[in-house]
């Protein structure tokens, strides 16, 4: 666990989005919470469990939480900023290079929550797809959260609307034929 502290200091969040850059984002925007689109309706979307997930994850629904204390909980931050990986496929069928490049998104994820921490950076990091950190997560096997501090949920289990978020955010929700695109924000 890492020493938290407010970020205070006027171009701070402009750093951080060059360094998140660096690490390997596509893109990055800082945008304000406030103008951030929150739907209780996605976690019906979750509930279908279209991605496997749902009840497999303590960091997916139902174990992450109540979507009004998310949302709730989200909204206690000012600002977010907000980076997408674009993964090359072979082609659509690519179920594989999907995984693979899911796996890396939640890796930058995890680099995003290391720089933060090495800063000293109070904030609610959400990645794409559920937590990804265990090759099978604890909840599947009935262990306890193995690494409660860098398990992180996702935008889409915080109720984010992603597709509009993109948009805000000048990127582009789909980047063309054989690619997969994921999102991940840091809210402060
Ligand atoms: S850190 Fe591991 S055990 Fe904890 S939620 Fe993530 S995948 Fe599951």
């Known amino acids: 666990m890492c020493s938290l502290n407010d970020i205070s200091q006027a171009g701070e969040p402009e750093m951080l989005k060059e360094e998140i850059?660096?690490?390997?984002?596509?893109?990055a925007a800082v945008i304000?919470?406030?103008s951030i689109s929150f739907d209780t309706a996605f976690?019906?979307?979750?509930?279908?469990?279209?991605?496997?997930?749902?009840g497999k994850s303590y960091m997916?629904?139902?174990?992450?939480?109540?979507i009004d204390d998310l949302i709730r909980e989200a909204k206690t931050y000012s600002r977010a900023i907000v980076y997408q990986t674009v993964g090359?496929?072979?082609?659509?069928?690519?179920?594989?290079?999907?995984?693979?490049?899911?796996?890396?998104h939640n890796e930058l994820a995890q680099n995003v929550r290391a720089l933060f921490c090495e800063k000293g950076r109070k904030a609610l990091h959400l990645g794409?797809?559920?937590?990804?950190?265990?090759?099978?997560?604890?909840?599947k096997t009935g262990e306890p959260c193995r690494f409660p501090y860098r398990a992180m949920s996702s935008l889409e289990a915080y109720?984010?609307?992603v597709s509009k978020l993109a948009a805000q955010c000048g990127m582009h929700y789909i980047n063309g034929e054989n690619t997969v695109t994921y999102f991940g924000a840091a809210l402060f």
């Open 21 to 27: 850059l660096r690490l390997g984002a596509r893109a």
């Open 32 to 34: 304000s919470v406030e």
């Open 43 to 54: 976690r019906g979307m979750c509930a279908s469990n279209a991605c496997g997930n749902y």
């Open 60 to 66: 997916c629904p139902p174990d992450v939480g109540e």
């Open 88 to 104: 090359l496929l072979a082609d659509s069928y690519d179920f594989e290079g999907m995984m693979e490049a899911g796996q890396l």
């Open 128 to 139: 794409a797809g559920g937590c990804r950190l265990c090759p099978v997560c604890g909840k």
């Open 159 to 161: 109720g984010i609307n």
